[in-house]
């Protein structure tokens, strides 16, 4: 039994699985249920002036007759008054003192609005603070929320305001709605931040209905942008989050959020750097109950690996992200199809053929039997006909052995450049 | 002709070049590929300069390989 | 797939005869589509004989674009409604998926049948007849070879008439199958399909009784003999006249016509015969409430033309078996009833000319099988009078036709479906009689086409 404890700058939670900031912990009673489910923590739906809701506040992307590939919404922060979720923060930190909570908090950009609502909610007893500067909707309109977090500045100097009162450890959220991710989180890191925890929501138009031509979700025939986050989000959140963790000027520890919905892509952000995780979209889908696979499946993950404690496993893929600049050019990988366990659907072949670089053909045998066989010579090693194939095992990208030895792209530009005149 | 084959022909003079003795002396890219500038040893009376366009990705990494590592 | 599965049998005998399987549900339709691999060069279309863009029409239902999957479906399978219902798919399409090989085959059958249904709640009809070109063809017969000739015809401009013997149009697929696998509201509509391209169907019109070959040679440009195959042969047995004697063809119609009666209720029934049919009287008679059916077959499993979701499908109605068992006598009782069927055991002997092993009796092996209804499915015969009538070229019974262009020894007449099936030529299937169709049709544009380019 692998230790799946995690000290996230300084807060301290049973295991990495924590709900983020969202509709599932809007309240006492749901995340005492999640505890009580295996959730390792809490971030409380941000607290805040209470706000007012619309109805048809969720969308959702299906693919391909899967539901829930994407998800999309408009609610803002808590509707409900500080004294009411403070209450209900004691009550839960009571019954379970050793799990962490997290009060997420957005007010106005000014100096006195962040000390009154620090010290409010510390006084409750809370195990730290995250800084909602990634909303992306309604509260941005009014200048909190991924408004303020987009300006580096304001980003610092609201860090900065909450270090000069906060006792506990401050979390800032980020927004993914920016150019460089890196530059906000740079901006936490001077103002004093003791962790970055990303991405928050994406902005986003879940679609359009064909017969009424209403945006998805409407509200009285009427739509508004929303935050994007679920399944398709994760490459996005994974980079942002890879990014971070290499930079050596973000050296405080990160959160991870973005789509996670089982362990293997808590262990995935986990290697590429975070700390622990937040999930809000697959318990929306499913229940607090995944938390049980999510913990049970990381358990034999690390012992299956040998590794002791999941903190061990805290961004050892980071050395593995880099620029593209730095990739060897001499590497290659070419497909080789495994005719034993192919079923000749062809999807290979064509994918090749349409929109890749023409170098699998449809064969047939001396008994007439169909097969398909890659020129391996002409094979760029793009992996696309192993990625559109749906059988396990029938394409292999194959390694070539070079007789030459690695080069970047780095490395050519400057050996070249001393012959450039 | 296949890409394969221009790559295998670009290399081909690439090596006899080295083979033969010659060196870079100038490299030069641009819209249309990588032009490479070989000439003859220094002891030639006359330096000859042979030029090459290389078309294909796979050669335009070659040639600065073989630069980096071999000459 | 054909999973249709018996075994639900209700006192209320009018039940027994809805359509067994309900169709998918949206979801399970869009569940199933999704599972399509979209393969490229997808052998589930070589497998097809009327060559449906099968990936095509699969990702259409996936895409809500039923209209467009229908549309795929019916160019390329005018019956594809009733196809969809009486497919062998797991020897043809669902048989070729290539997810044979991995997790398990598409369900290509009930996801057609799925597209089509969804047409035939629509008023806008699919297709339009083309301009006129002034040509006219006579069809004899408006089974599934007919009707899609006709179809096809109608498309490519030409004036089309259906001869139609009995009183509503749809032959076999109308009065052949039993409606628990293909409701005549089906047909029906297949029919109306092709009757809105402005084909003309005379039904009650026997060719030979009420109009003469003569008359069709003469007023048509071309004839399309398409009319199937009649009714089965005597067993040449004792007792064949006895009451409690059935043609299994006229015994499957009679349900397609009429309501179910009693008449059936608590008998015992004796089938004979393996194969598509016999399976239909069997299951039919189950339906209709008798007490014990079995099927009396001279030949093994082994040869049984049944297919074997049929085989599975009458012994889950509780169908049994009597394999190398052929009828010597049916027995009667005073009343001129039937009261036993004698049968002597077979053996298998060497193969015969047509590859399979010939049956020979037992000596001494008579018995006598308890039952009081005897129903004969041994095979169907010819309509040879009618083939002689119009001066066809045939071998047994069975016309004789160029295997391209399905020309016989008449230049002008042309033949499909059933009526040239046997001694090793064409199929027996409601597909094949489909693709024969449209490919009939197709050959006789060439020979307009031809003629143009001769004038």
Redesign the interface.
Known sequence: MADLQINLAGIKSPNPFWLASAPPTNSGYQVQRAFEAGWGGAVWKTLGDPIINTTARFAAASFNGKKVAGFNNIELITDRPLEVNLKEIYETKKRFPNHAIIASLMVEPKQEKWHEIVKRVEDIGVDGLELNFGCPHGMAERGMGAASGQVPELVEKQTYWVKEVAKTPVIVKLTPNITDITVTAEAAVCGGADAVSMINTINSLMGVDLDSWNTVPHVAGKGAHGGYCGPAVKPIALNMVGECARNPLIDIPISGIGGISNWKDAAEFILMGATGVQVCTAAMHHGFSIVEDMIDGLNNYLDEKGIASVMDLVGKSVPKYSNWGDLDLNYKVVARINNDVCINCNKCHISCEDTSHQCIDMLKDATGKSYLKVREEDCVGCNLCSIVCPVDGAIDMVEIKQTLPSMTWNERQSRIASFMT | M???ETFMEEKNKIDSYFDKGYQ??????NLSGTFVDFVTGEEAIEREVVQIQLLTAEAR?????K???VS | MSTITGGRISSNLVENFEEIHKGLTRSEAIEEANRCLYCYDAPCITACPTSIQIPKFIKKIATDNLKGSAKTILEANPVGASCARVCPTEELCEGACVLNHDTKPISIGHLQRYATDWAMKQKEPLFKAGDSNGKSVAIIGSGPAGLSAARELSLLGYQVTIFESAEEAGGLDRYGIVSFRLPREVVQWEVDQVEQLGVEIKTNTTVGVDISTEEIINQFERVILAVGMGQVPNLGIEGEGLKGVYDAIEFVKKTKVDAPTDELIGKKVAVIGAGNTAIDAATTAIRLGASNVKIVYRRTKNEMSAYQFEYDFAKQDGVEFRWLTAPSKIVSNEQNEVAGLECVKMTLDEPGLDGRQKPVPLENSETVLDVNVVIKAIGQSKHTKLIEAFGLNHTKGVVDVDSETFQTSQENIFACGDCIFGNGQGEAMVVSAAQQGKEVAKAIHRTFMLQSEIA
């Not at chain 2, 870079?24 to 890219?29: P, Q, R, Y």
């Not at chain 2, 990494?61 to 390989?65: H, Q, V």
């Open positions: 296949s890409e394969y870079v002396i100038s490299i030069f890219e990494k070659y040639i600065a390989t630069l980096l590592f």
